[in-house]
């Protein structure tokens, strides 16, 4: 079990870490066919000043290459070396995925349909139970950063459950473009920390398997303003200047391909469109059809699908319906 005691010295994985040390401890998650063992890099960052436990994580899908980055910056550039309290970063949750670039485990469970786990269950499930019980109980707050899955290109966001004040103050902190309302799933790791009465921000950004430069800077710049908040920041990192509020986004909507062919999309991600905007075209491979695709209402695209061929009733749009707003007060279309 993951503990600090009173004199402030940090337990976890079975090793202790003093006040103002840094340490980077293997929790070995499983072994391979030959017997090799497969351990994740778990990285501890300590302030001689007690205070918060922040724990980082990404890669809970493998091929979600983005939040790796995230992560991997935060590192590079010493903002997890905190003023006070403590940072705990973990780059790749799911070792195995990210070797083969495939979201899900060897077993085929999608480790984040399977929390809290199962000590005697399949290979994701009783490495989530490990992680719950020996590394999360130590946290006091979660940062977890994902991306859009397969070719869908998510605009950058935070996700917070509906009615959560406390995770919409962070969410203003964390100031990503978007803010989405967005029910926890079933046995996610968002919904064991809720459980647990651990405050977390869900960070989407990008697609899976691309790197994208402008998802990464947002991201590790919410990662700053949240450990300002906290009072974590060291005097030597600065501190980016805030642009512009979140867009709150409480309602989005899937718009389906109606016939089958190449897409050709004509807007970009988090861009706001007015209703009957030509959006995309979709075409033929023989130059004999072309279907304009016009959006079906006004709204803020969330998520863009990428694909260059699609199939008819493919989800290729989702779009905010709702009357978004930036915090605090109504948001035009031209201040975006």
Same mark, same amino acid.
């Given at each position: 079990?993951?503990?600090?005691?009173?004199?402030?010295?940090?337990?976890?994985?079975?090793?202790e870490i003093?006040?103002?040390?840094?340490?980077?401890?293997?929790?070995?998650?499983?072994?391979?066919?030959?017997?090799?063992?497969?351990?994740?890099?778990?990285?501890i960052?300590?302030?001689?000043k007690?205070?918060?436990?922040?724990?980082i994580?990404?890669?809970?899908?493998?091929?979600?290459?983005?939040?790796?980055? $995230?992560?991997?910056?935060?590192? %590079? *550039?010493?903002? !997890?070396k #905190?003023?006070?309290?403590?940072?705990?970063? &973990? @780059?790749?949750?799911?070792?195995f995925?990210?070797?083969?670039?495939?979201?899900?485990?060897?077993?085929?469970?999608?480790?984040?349909?399977?929390?809290?786990?199962?000590?005697?269950?399949?290979?994701?499930?009783?490495?989530?139970?490990?992680?719950?019980?020996?590394?999360?109980?130590?946290?006091?707050?979660?940062?977890?950063?994902?991306?859009g899955?397969?070719?869908?290109?998510?605009?950058?966001?935070?996700?917070?459950?509906?009615?959560? $004040?406390?995770?919409?103050?962070? %969410? *203003?902190?964390? !100031?990503? #473009?978007?803010?989405?309302?967005?029910?926890t &799933? @079933?046995?996610?790791?968002?919904?064991?920390?809720?459980?647990?009465?651990?405050?977390?921000?869900?960070?989407?950004?990008?697609?899976?398997?691309?790197?994208?430069k402008?998802?990464a800077?947002?991201?590790?710049n919410?990662?700053?303003?949240?450990?300002?908040?906290?009072?974590m920041m060291r005097s030597?990192?600065?501190?980016?200047?805030?642009?512009?509020?979140?867009?709150?986004?409480?309602?989005?909507?899937w718009?389906?391909?109606?016939?089958?062919?190449?897409?050709?999309?004509?807007?970009?991600c988090?861009?706001?469109?007015e209703?009957?905007?030509?959006?995309?075209?979709?075409?033929?491979p023989?130059?004999?059809?072309?279907?304009?695709?016009?959006?079906p209402h006004?709204?803020?695209?969330?998520?863009?699908?990428?694909?260059?061929?699609?199939?008819?009733?493919?989800?290729?749009?989702?779009?905010?319906?709702?009357?978004?707003?930036?915090?605090?007060?109504?948001e035009?279309?031209?201040?975006?």
């Open positions: 079990m993951a503990f600090i005691n009173s004199d402030n010295i940090l337990t976890l994985l079975g090793q003093l006040p103002g040390q840094s340490a980077t401890i293997n929790f070995n998650l499983a072994k391979l066919y030959t017997t090799s063992s497969v351990e994740i890099p778990v990285i960052e300590r302030s001689k007690p205070g918060p436990v922040v724990l994580t990404s890669g809970i899908h493998g091929d979600e290459i983005n939040g790796v980055e $995230i992560v991997r910056q935060i590192i %590079a *550039k010493k903002i !997890n #905190p003023k006070i309290g403590t940072i705990i970063c &973990i @780059p790749v949750l799911n070792i995925g990210f070797l083969d670039m495939k979201r899900a485990f060897p077993d085929g469970r999608d480790l984040n349909r399977v929390f809290p786990g199962n000590p005697r269950g399949s290979l994701a499930s009783r490495f989530a139970y490990q992680f719950v019980k020996k590394i999360l109980p130590i946290a006091n707050y979660c940062l977890d950063f994902h991306t899955g397969a070719s869908r290109f998510n605009a950058a966001q935070i996700r917070i459950s509906p009615q959560n $004040i406390e995770a919409a103050q962070f %969410a *203003k902190i964390f !100031n990503a #473009p978007f803010t989405l309302h967005s029910k &799933i @079933p046995k996610s790791y968002r919904a064991t920390c809720s459980r647990l009465g651990i405050p977390i921000l869900l960070y989407e950004g990008g697609k899976s398997k691309v790197s994208d402008e998802i800077r947002i991201g590790v919410g990662a700053i303003y949240f450990l300002n908040h906290l009072k030597t990192i600065e501190i980016p200047e805030i642009k512009r509020p979140s867009v709150v986004v409480e309602a989005t909507r718009m389906r391909a109606k016939y089958s062919g190449l897409m050709h999309v004509k807007v970009t988090g861009q706001f469109i209703k009957g905007q030509h959006i995309a075209t979709i075409t033929d023989y130059g004999k059809f072309r279907y304009p695709v016009n959006a006004a709204g803020y695209i969330i998520n863009v699908n990428e694909a260059s061929l699609v199939y008819q009733g493919d989800a290729i749009f989702n779009i905010s319906t709702d009357k978004a707003t930036r915090y605090g007060k109504t035009s279309e031209e201040e975006v």
